[in-house]
T-cell receptor, first 115, second 115 residues
Framework: AQSVTQLDSQVPVFEEAPVELRCNYS??????LFWYVQYPNQGLQLLLK??????LVKGINGFEAEFNKSQTSFHLRKPSVHISDTAEYFC?????????????FGTGTRLLVSP | DGGITQSPKYLFRKEGQNVTLSCEQN?????MYWYRQDPGQGLRLIYY???????QKGDIAEGYSVSREKKESFPLTVTSAQKNPTAFYLC??????????????FGAGTRLSVL
């Protein structure tokens, strides 16, 4: 069974600084990978996804992530954050198979951007 | 606008009471899901349905029940058997037969509290 680890429960950063949110996964088969963002008291919004092809994936709001198969990682990055990026970020993985595509989530990383 | 509508936004349950959370989607998606979110635990799958009149238990189905009588609707009942129902509940949907079938779209959530 697949699993997702987000080691950082909280990441504080100053506005306009770069940020990296780490995500590692475990799976015995090939996977799809996702990053979702959740603003307070709201649902999850898809930031970006890796299904196939280029390992560098660009998403909304200036975020990007790189799939590294050898290190089983899918870290999220942004070169310059804004106050409005303050939110909780979830990494998720789905195994490639012919049956139900179960999505397994990490425990989330809270990004706190201060002026 | 196409999307997923969850209602109510806030819900209170008395001891021994069953409560039902509504989830409606107009995205024409076949698959629908219910997740429970607790602080620091990420999202955990309660039930899912891949097609009308069919649904399966997820990882934490005990104390919950669902129905899928229409493609657009997937209500979740939190029964009195669920001893710790206080949580944020998220409904999601995904298309079943396309390259986007692994992408789940989320509603805004229902926050359930016990009186």
């Amino acid at each position: 069974a697949q699993s997702v680890t987000q080691l950082d429960s909280q990441v504080p950063v100053f506005e306009e600084a770069p940020v990296e949110l780490r995500c590692n996964y475990s799976s015995s088969v090939s996977v799809y990978l996702f990053w979702y963002v959740q603003y307070p008291n709201q649902g999850l919004q898809l930031l970006l996804k890796y299904l196939s092809g280029s390992t560098l994936v660009k998403g909304i709001n200036g975020f990007e992530a790189e799939f590294n198969k050898s290190q089983t990682s899918f870290h999220l990055r942004k070169p310059s954050v804004h106050i409005s990026d303050t939110a909780e970020y979830f990494c998720a993985v789905s195994e490639l198979n012919t049956g139900f595509q179960k999505l397994v989530f990490g425990t989330g990383t809270r990004l706190l951007v201060s002026p | 606008d196409g999307g997923i509508t969850q209602s109510p936004k806030y819900l209170f349950r008395k001891e021994g009471q069953n409560v039902t959370l509504s989830c409606e989607q107009n995205l024409n998606h076949d698959a629908m899901y219910w997740y429970r979110q607790d602080p620091g635990q990420g999202l955990r799958l309660i039930y899912y349905s891949q097609i009308v009149n069919d649904f399966q238990k997820g990882d934490i189905a005990e104390g919950y029940s669902v129905s899928r009588e229409k493609k657009e609707s997937f209500p979740l009942t939190v029964t009195s058997a669920q001893k710790n129902p206080t949580a944020f509940y998220l409904c999601a949907s995904s298309p079943r037969d396309s390259s986007a079938k692994n992408i789940q779209y989320f509603g805004a959530g229902t926050r359930l509290s016990v009186l």
